[in-house]
């Protein structure tokens, strides 16, 4: 058996977009047959990861290993690193030319399925290795074997067709020997279908190209009891839904904005009721005032106007106790009436009609405690996800699940994930005021995921803790990766979240 030699050279990084990102997951396929120690056969191929260590690609491909296991070796070469894996056939469709391909040794990025309906005139992009490339570039056996990016053609969606039985996407993307296996994919990087044949071109005729559709892939999967990724979520690009996010935040302003106004108008309305009320109260309350004066003063002076017949009648004790009486009441009407209250605005409150009082906390409305959340398509971007709940549990000092150490990021919480395997770095932010949990995925190439991997390390934080400085602490470091990942992301998956039930856990997946 033939052992692959490693290569050496190292692969340029990939653009940040996503048909880079699916690049990552293409691979060239080699087949090289062997009788008594020597080489008497060679082909090639392309294919594409499912799961990290499972490629598909066409049957004809791997033909001669499947009728010669013993003679034939299969090799798997990615297109970064600097080393080739040998593969193993586990699965074959000769009618739907699909085959399934296991190897060990590395983990693979896999690509998602769109199980969407492909519309007429779309832009699509095969990925893959043409042969008449290669020919073109390769100076030795060693090139094949070596770890080297897909091409990339773009063509447009030319119809549905049937080919020996089998659903055909139709197609003008260039491709050639070499390119079977490979994928047709749609401007968000998710698989359509498997690139397998060219229509001959004679006499000046137009070039088109046939590709396995999805459904005939995901039949292929199902019967080989392989998992993989499917979404169905229409292709929104990165622009579009930056543009729609900036949209919803000026009408969220703008919003804001009329609310503030209204509640400023409403609080205006209020006040003025409140002085009209207040000073009508006042008005009244100086009446009284004034009229239990006048009272006290006609009764002192009733009360002077006794004591003096009182005292014409020579009953001096009696009239001086009634005189005196009438001093009093005459000061007392002068107390009353200068003692009237006066109208201050500045002292009047107004009195809303209803409603919470601003700064007042409603209750539930703290966004902790064990909450389900679901995926919000109107407001994400799904290139590979198909997690459509995720079940976790805030804690009010930003402890996720009991485990996990979010950092303050104004009023949310958020963590970086630098993963040891998958090339993906994640951000995962909690808004608890609106309860929305946001995950935004960069699909890295090797040499980025290293350079995070590298800033991770000096993350000091990595259980939950009260210490703020420690988190403090935590939110510099995750500042700092954050600084070196793309401008662009490639996934943002944005889930709207609940008080979680009883029969939530079952089918949920726990956030990290």
């Not at 100076?139 to 770890?147: E, G, K, L, W, Y």
């Not at 420690?470 to 954050?482: F, H, M, P």
Request: hydrophobic letters at 40%.
């Amino acid at each position: 058996m033939l052992v692959f030699a490693s290569a050496f050279s190292l692969t340029t990084a990939a653009r940040a977009d996503d048909i880079s990102a699916s690049a990552r997951g293409v691979v060239r396929i080699v087949t090289i047959a062997v009788v008594n120690d020597e080489v008497v056969g060679f082909g090639h191929g392309s294919g594409f990861a499912v799961a990290p260590n499972r490629i598909v690609t066409n049957a004809h491909v791997v033909e001669l290993a499947a009728r010669y296991p013993d003679n034939v070796v299969i090799g798997v070469v990615p297109s970064e690193g600097n080393r080739s894996f040998q593969g193993r056939l586990i699965a074959i469709d000769p009618d739907r030319d699909l085959a399934l391909i296991e190897f060990s040794g590395a983990r693979l990025p896999p690509l998602a399925v769109f199980k969407g309906q492909v519309s007429d005139g779309e832009s699509l992009v095969a990925l893959g290795y043409p042969g008449n490339v290669d020919l073109a570039t390769a100076q030795s056996a060693r090139d094949f074997i070596t770890p080297l990016s897909p091409v990339r053609s773009q063509g447009g969606f030319a119809g549905m067709r049937s080919l020996r039985g089998t659903a055909m996407l139709l197609h003008t993307a260039s491709i050639a020997r070499g390119n079977s296996g490979g994928p047709l994919l749609d401007r968000c990087g998710r698989v359509l279908g498997v690139n397998v044949a060219i229509t001959n071109s004679e006499g000046g005729d137009a070039n088109f190209a046939f590709a396995i559709s999805g459904e005939e892939l995901g039949a292929f999967l199902a019967e080989a009891k392989q998992p993989y990724s499917e979404v169905a979520v229409p292709c929104v690009s990165v622009e579009e839904r930056m543009a729609q996010d900036r949209n919803a935040d000026e009408q969220a302003q703008a919003q804001a904005a009329e609310a503030e106004r209204q509640a400023a108008a409403k609080a205006s309305a209020d006040r003025e009721t409140a002085l009209t009320q207040a000073r009508e109260n006042n008005e009244a309350l100086r009446e009284n005032y004034m009229a239990g004066a006048a009272v006290l003063l006609v009764l002192g002076a009733l009360c002077l106007g006794g004591a003096g017949m009182l005292l014409s009648r020579g009953q001096q004790r009696q009239a001086l106790w009634v005189a005196l009486g009438g001093v009093v009441l005459i000061i007392g009407a002068g107390a009353l009436f200068f003692s009237r209250p006066s109208f201050d605005a500045t002292k009047v409150a107004a009195v809303t009609s209803g409603g919470a009082a601003k700064g007042a906390r409603v209750p539930g409305s703290t966004g902790t405690g064990r909450l389900v959340c679901t995926l919000d398509p109107q407001r994400s971007r799904v290139t590979t996800t198909t997690t459509e709940r995720v079940e976790l549990t805030m804690g009010p000092d930003g402890c996720i699940n009991g485990k996990t150490q979010y950092a303050e990021a104004g009023t949310r919480w958020q963590r970086i994930l630098v993963p040891n395997e998958e090339a993906t770095v994640s951000v995962l932010d909690y808004d608890p005021a609106s309860r929305t949990y946001t995950n935004t995925r960069y699909l890295l190439s090797s040499e980025q995921m290293d350079r995070a991997r590298q800033l991770r390390a000096s993350v000091p934080l990595k259980a939950c803790s009260q210490d703020q400085a420690a988190r403090g602490q935590l939110a510099t470091s995750q500042q700092e990766i954050k600084a070196a990942l793309p401008q662009l992301y490639n996934e943002k998956l944005v889930y709207r979240c609940g008080a979680a039930t009883t029969g939530d856990a079952a089918t949920a997946t726990e956030a990290n």
